[in-house]
């Protein structure tokens, strides 16, 4: 019962985290310096954008473990990597992003401007773990799109998993521009909003046909 339940919530809990996720790109400032941080729209953002994550990895869990026979080693290399960096993002966002990064923001915000001390370290660990989970949903996409699970006449569902995986490349230009790598999160947003969807219709599908008589 636990594992049908799971299954069912899983392309809705995925839907929810992207659509979230998508907010917390749409509504982020466009930097991550003093006078970004200390405005009145950061925590809330990041608080947003750690519950997106609780939900995505909710529903990234579900869909593995619902299709994991079907994604081969291809997908089981996506999902551990997808996971474990994913997993710190809830984490960074919440505790980082509305506690210690708007302290440190308005006690010595030296520290945090380009070229301050905590500047580029954070900056290197935010992409590291960007680069961890992004190629875990690289692999996962691909996995998927090679496996039978998204039907080859569902459109919305195949395109947001091209979107996933074209928003990954993308995302390593947040090293060079800020709004690179916004752009690319919202791809990869709205990417799993549609993969969620596709989930969804295949559960709905799957229902509809134990329902009918033999």
């Known amino acids: 019962m636990g594992s ?3 299954a069912h919530w899983t392309g809705p809990t995925l839907m929810l985290g992207g ?15 003093p006078p970004y941080i200390l405005t009145n729209v950061w925590a809330p953002v990041h608080f ?7 939900l995505i990895l909710l529903g990234l869990t579900g869909f593995y473990s619902q299709y994991s026979g079907l994604l ?9 990597l997808a996971f474990i ?9 919440l505790v980082v992003g509305t506690v210690i990064g708007p302290l440190i923001a308005a006690q010595a ?4 401007d380009a070229g301050g001390y905590l500047y580029s370290p ?12 992004g190629l875990g949903f690289f692999l996962l996409a691909i996995a998927t799109l090679r496996s039978a699970i998204v039907p ?51 559960e709905t599908s799957m229902q509809t046909d134990s329902a009918r008589p033999a």
């Not at 907010?23 to 466009?30: D, G, N, V």
């Open 109 to 112: 915000p030296s520290l945090l």
């Open 48 to 54: 947003i954008g750690a519950v997106s994550w609780v």
């Open 152 to 202: 080859r006449t569902a459109i919305v569902p195949r395109l947001s998993l091209w979107m996933v995986i074209l928003a990954v490349p993308l995302a390593l230009g947040f090293f060079f521009l800020f709004i690179i790598g916004s752009i690319a999160g919202l791809l990869f947003s709205l990417g799993l909003v549609g993969w969620g969807y596709g989930l969804w219709l295949n």
């Open 85 to 93: 960096g994913g997993a710190n993002r809830p984490g960074e966002l």
């Open 122 to 133: 954070l900056l290197l660990t935010v992409g590291l773990i960007t680069v961890i989970y």
């Open 19 to 33: 659509l979230l996720l998508a907010i917390h790109y749409l509504t982020h400032p466009l930097g991550e310096t």
């Open 4 to 6: 049908q339940s799971l």
């Open 72 to 80: 081969g080693h291809l997908g089981l290399a996506g999902f551990l």
